[in-house]
């Protein structure tokens, strides 16, 4: 029923056109049961034609409400566990654990070494670790495989596969945006 019906469906006389339930001459439940069979009929006429809305890339239809007794996305989940998902898909997961060799630096290597060491940068498995003085550098060089091993029991193998030692910057002697090439100051940095 799209807007014109006969005077058999309504129980009454309705013009070519014009919707059951303008008729003038139905009162009451007439009228109600005119209203509902239109809306029943334009909602089937809109229906057809157009595909039916599925659950997001699974093409089954799902129902609304609860998702049942068996596990489901739409569960509630641990804080944690949805972290590391979008970590995951998003591909933080090496600069996490970046954040974590650098945050924890100190718990890692004990507090001594800590004092006098920081780590520059993690890329691909190489840690760069910074001295304070080249006799802290050759000491983190000797330290070297249990300060490696002592990554590895806290945050996973593979997290760090090498490190690399830093001794201290020299000073800079480099003033401005001009430069003459040579050996520059002669004194014990070199």
Avoid: C, N
Wanted: aromatic share 4%; proline share 6%; net charge positive.
């Amino acid at each position: 029923m799209t807007g014109t019906s006969t005077s058999a469906e309504a129980g009454g006389s309705v013009s070519e056109g014009e919707p059951p339930f303008q008729d003038p001459s139905l009162r009451g439940a007439d009228l109600a049961r005119a209203a509902l069979q239109a809306a029943r009929e334009q909602t089937k006429t809109r229906g057809r034609g157009r595909p039916r809305k599925k659950a997001a890339g699974t093409g089954v239809r799902r129902r609304r409400g609860w998702s049942g007794p068996g596990t489901d996305d739409r569960d509630p989940q641990p804080l944690g566990r949805v972290a590391s998902r979008i970590a995951a898909d998003h591909g933080w997961a090496e600069r996490l654990v970046a954040g974590q060799v650098f945050g924890r630096w100190a718990a890692l290597v004990g507090d001594d070494v800590a004092e006098h060491t920081k780590p520059v940068a993690l890329q691909e498995g190489v840690l760069t670790v910074q001295a304070e003085s080249t006799a802290w550098a050759t000491q983190l060089r000797l330290l070297q495989r249990q300060i490696l091993a002592r990554i590895a029991d806290a945050l996973g193998k593979d997290t760090v596969r090498r490190l690399r030692v830093q001794g201290p910057a020299a000073p800079s002697w480099r003033y401005g945006p001009r430069h003459i090439s040579g050996r520059g100051p002669r004194d014990t940095y070199g």
